[in-house]
């Protein structure tokens, strides 16, 4: 069965600290895999990785695929308290094989000022 | 905005009911997907609908059951309704039939709780 494992759960840090959370799958057929924030509402896209882009950027975030692992981490430097949500990772199907579309239980972030 | 819109915004009914969510994707969204959140279970995939055909099946019970029409709007019907299925209903929508080829969009959700 895909499975899609998230770590740590909860991470409390202080305003400025620098931030890895981790992101492991096991899933037939990888395609990609994606981050997302969710606050207190819907999740909003972060970074989608995929074999030809292992690799992407956006100001604070920055996150890294790693196909030999099964891994992907994703960086934040410089916290900010509105940083603070739920990480979450996911890995959507390969829709010929019908495949879920597997979330991660996602980790909370709390940035105290 | 992500352009995503959902109704009703919170939802309050008895077991045993039967409640209807709406959804409508994006302009030009072909994609619509569904997916359950509960406090103890995490951002569960339900189903996703394609251009009017269903094209992935999470774990969806079979109290539940969802369709999309020609218009690329969708509703999910929770039948049977149980205390267990209180969580929060959110629905996303994307351009392409497969995840894994493009984001998905995430509409507000609708919060259903069953007394």
């Known amino acids: 069965e895909d499975k899609v494992v998230q770590s740590p759960l909860s991470l409390v840090v202080h305003e400025g600290d620098t931030v890895t959370l981790n992101c492991s799958y096991e899933?037939?057929?990888?395609?990609?895999l994606l981050w997302y924030k969710q606050e207190k509402k819907a999740p909003t896209f972060l970074f989608m990785l995929t074999s030809s882009g292992i690799e992407k950027k956006s100001g604070r975030l920055s996150s890294i695929l790693d196909k030999k692992e099964l891994s992907s981490i994703l960086n934040i430097t410089a916290t900010q308290t509105g940083d603070s949500a739920i990480y979450l990772c996911a890995v959507p199907p390969e829709y010929n094989y019908g495949q879920n579309f597997v979330f991660g239980p996602g980790t909370r972030l709390s940035v105290l000022p | 905005d992500s352009g995503v819109t959902q109704t009703p915004k919170h939802l309050i009914t008895a077991t045993g009911q039967r409640v209807t969510l709406r959804c409508s994707p994006r302009?030009?969204?072909?994609?619509v997907y569904w997916y359950q959140q509960s406090l103890d279970q995490g951002l569960q995939f339900l189903i996703q609908?394609?251009?009017?055909?269903?094209?992935a099946k999470g774990n969806i019970l079979e109290r539940f059951s969802a369709q999309q029409f020609p218009d690329l709007h969708s509703e999910l019907n929770l039948s049977s309704l149980e205390l267990g299925d209180s969580a929060l209903y959110f629905c996303a929508s994307s351009i392409h039939p497969g995840g894994g080829s493009d984001e998905q969009f995430f509409g507000p959700g609708t919060r259903l709780t069953v007394l």
């Open positions: 609908y394609y251009n009017g055909e269903e094209r």
């Open positions: 899933v037939t057929n990888f395609r990609s």
């Open positions: 302009s030009g969204d072909l994609s």
